[in-house]
């Protein structure tokens, strides 16, 4: 059987199998078919998306990547983005905000430019010279 990750809504890669359910500290996630060979992922009972098991070319993707690359709209053409897990949650550096994920409460630090190089040292290993996109 395959591990498949499922971003933020899972912590951990979960066992691509139907079953009782799949423990995980981002909480209760179960693999229902849902018709043909496509997976529903549950989380605590709730339908979060569906698994289209069907092969796809990395030509597949290219309009997406595009998309996420110079879209005004994406994310990452807005802020530098920079993420790592924790034991129990995440911890990200988003432009000029310090982003603390644990145990499912998000928290918000805005940092003044002295402290985003601080965060990426302590948090990240990272030495910078100047604030990334700044």
Known sequence: MADVGFGSHSTYPLRLASGPGQPDPGGLFRLAAAGGTDLDVLKDGEPQYRIELRERALA??????????????????????????????????SGHTLIRTSGGVRDEQLLASDEVLVAYREHFGISLDRVPGG
């Open 60 to 93: 597949d993707f290219e309009p997406t990547c595009w998309w996420q690359q110079t879209s005004p709209d994406s994310h990452f053409t807005r802020s530098t983005i920079c993420s790592r897990l924790t034991p129990d949650g995440r911890i990200s550096i």
